[in-house]
């Protein structure tokens, strides 16, 4: 099981009811099983973190990024919050607000490969 900070549970509500533009158009293409028949979260919490949508099947995370994301900080904020995702066996995928919304069928191309071609853990 992921660490879960409850604490973050009231702001994910929020960030849910607050989502920006290509949140919206890529929740409404991942949403109810419409991809690869995967089941997506928006806005879960994860290890002290946020992550925009979630596959728990495929273990994938995805992040939109806004410019804020260009600046040096976030870019390091966000290297060390993906390393602390991997190191959970998470893989975290990253596109751009323009990427979504200027070029959807890539991105979605991109997270379909992503589901088909992760490595599964072996039944037991």
């Not at 995370?61 to 060390?80: F, M, P, Q, S």
């Not at 066996?89 to 071609?117: A, C, H, M, Q």
């Amino acid at each position: 099981m992921l660490p879960y900070n409850k604490n973050l549970k009231a702001f994910s509500r929020t960030l849910r009811s607050n989502q920006t533009d290509a949140e919206l158009i890529l929740w409404h293409a991942i949403r109810k099983k419409q991809l690869c028949g995967m089941q997506f979260y928006r806005q879960k919490p994860i290890a002290g973190y946020i992550a925009d949508f979630y596959c728990a099947k495929a273990k994938l995370v995805i992040e939109l990024d806004g410019e804020i994301h260009d600046h040096a900080n976030a870019r390091e904020y966000d290297a060390i919050r993906d390393n602390i995702m991997a190191s959970l066996g998470l893989t975290v995928l990253r596109f751009s607000n323009r990427k979504v919304t200027t070029d959807l069928l890539s991105v979605l191309k991109e997270i379909r490969f992503n589901l088909l071609n992760l490595p599964r853990t072996p039944s037991l």
